[in-house]
């Protein structure tokens, strides 16, 4: 499999786009984000970031991917030269450092699946699933294991090439996963108290909404499409020449959306059903879920399709990553695909071996009160992604904007007004938001 292999449609790039963006950023960091920023008062603001900056940002990441061709610093190099081509090269390195603990919480997906399928994730306990929690995550042989596992499996996925690992896998389970969630919704909703978790969610504040909500907002924002690793980059170098990049990336925003509201919808009414704090952190949804399940007929069955759907979530989110790292080690250094993919199997594994640790015998080692693993989700949410959206903002803004306005302009008929939009985010509003946050991460 060559990297200048294409998607077969237009389709397939947007599941796949969509597939790296819905993950475990939706299903597993939204809930709990939600919760602990005041519910209304975050879900609006990221509404408001992903289709202003968040949609633009990702119309530029695709554009100079498809115009560029090849790995993320292939394309920056080819299309603003030789200093972009070393932010792309950050763009790398920020891909793996975050899937080498993304693979971690992947690795919680698989041990909850394996638990389904003994079926012992119906328990109606909120005490024993929280201690079936903690085990999991403190006991290291367990957490290390399980991150191995789901590991190994991005890399069978990888190494099977774009279309036929990435393509057919979203195109058939995403779809699946929305269904799912759908019906965990409906009995969700009607569990008693219910409602409360509902108006949480929708029931705008002002008070909550403080510049912390905000900018932990717009740091979700980049999480959850995807940007500024260099994966819409990559995938859009796969792009067809014809194909609307505005159209299909407002298609990835709104697929995004979409799954991080639904999967509020799942976990929030059940936490003030069962009368749980709203900010009980990392472990909601593992926690939640099985008590809903406790509470459906069949439970067991449904429980173990959902999380066979969550772990092909965050299986394809994880593959994005990892394309990221092999197409730049295919075009820049010349390995196989096989070789590259091997060299992260083990870099990774080791990397998020300590990640998985931090949990248990390394919790001990903290930086500002963070463990291992917050420390590298801390540095990657709040400084690396938003720089490498910077990065693009000003390469497609300022540097090479008449390049990205053709692009744009293919396959629509754009008036100037529309295009003076999206220039003005890219040059202005996306970097000085971008500052702003950097300016509250460090000093506020
Ligand atoms: N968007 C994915 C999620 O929400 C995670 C992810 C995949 C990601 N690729 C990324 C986050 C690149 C930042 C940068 O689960």
């Not at 699946?176 to 705008?204: C, D, S």
């Not at 990392?282 to 969550?310: E, K, Q």
């Not at 695909?337 to 248990?360: D, E, P, Q």
């Not at 590298?376 to 904007?401: E, Q, S």
Request: with cysteine; proline share 4%.
């Amino acid at each position: 499999m060559s990297s200048n292999s294409q998607w077969s449609s237009r389709v397939g790039f947007i599941l796949a786009s969509a597939g790296s963006a819905i993950g475990l950023g939706a299903i597993w960091k939204f809930p709990f984000w939600a919760g602990a920023n005041g519910g209304a008062a975050f879900i609006i603001p990221y509404i408001i970031f992903t289709f202003t900056i968040g949609v633009v940002l990702v119309m530029a990441e695709v554009a100079i991917g498809r115009k560029g061709r090849g790995s993320v610093v292939t394309a920056l190099r080819s299309v603003g030269g030789p200093w972009y081509a070393l932010m792309g090269a950050l763009g790398v390195l920020t891909s793996f450092v975050i899937l080498s603990y993304y693979s971690v919480v992947g690795g919680w997906c698989v041990a909850y699946l394996w638990d389904a399928v003994g079926g012992n994730v119906t328990i109606s306990d909120p005490q024993i699933l929280k201690d079936h929690f903690g085990n999991l995550v403190s006991n290291g042989y367990l957490n290390v294991g399980w991150h191995f596992a789901f590991l190994t499996l991005t890399c069978a996925v990888v190494i099977g090439g774009v279309e036929a690992g990435i393509e057919r896998v979203s195109k058939y389970l995403m779809p699946m996963l929305f269904i799912l969630m759908l019906a965990i919704i409906v009995r969700g909703l009607t569990l008693p108290g219910a409602w409360g978790g509902v108006e949480y969610l929708f029931n705008f504040q002002w008070e909550n909404l403080t510049s912390n909500a905000i900018l932990n907002a717009m740091g979700f924002t980049f999480f959850s499409l995807s940007l500024g690793g260099g994966i819409l980059v990559t995938y859009g170098s796969y792009l067809p020449g014809k194909t609307s990049v505005p159209h299909s990336s407002l298609w990835i925003a709104v697929l995004a959306i979409q799954a991080a509201i639904l999967a509020g919808l799942m976990i929030m009414p059940a936490v003030f059903a069962f009368g749980m704090e709203p900010n009980g952190g990392p472990g909601l949804v593992f926690i939640t879920v099985p008590m809903i399940f406790s509470h459906v007929p069949f439970g067991s069955i449904f429980a173990f399709f959902f999380y066979v759907c969550l772990l092909v979530a965050a299986l394809t989110s994880a593959v994005s990553l990892l394309e990221v790292v092999t197409a730049f080690m295919q075009n820049e250094w010349n390995l196989s695909r096989k070789k590259a993919v091997t060299i992260n199997w083990v870099a990774l594994f080791l990397l998020g071996s300590v990640s998985a640790l931090s949990f248990g015998v390394w919790s001990d080692f903290t930086v500002g009160g963070r463990n291992f693993f917050d420390l590298l989700d801390y540095v990657c949410t709040n400084f690396m992604m938003p720089f490498g959206g910077l990065v693009i903002a000003t390469l497609a803004g300022w540097k090479a904007w008449p390049v990205v306005r053709e692009q744009f302009r293919i396959g629509n008929n754009f008036g100037p007004g529309i295009l003076k939009v999206f220039h003005f985010i890219l040059a202005f509003l996306a970097p000085i938001l971008v500052l702003v946050a950097f300016y509250q991460g460090l000093f506020g």
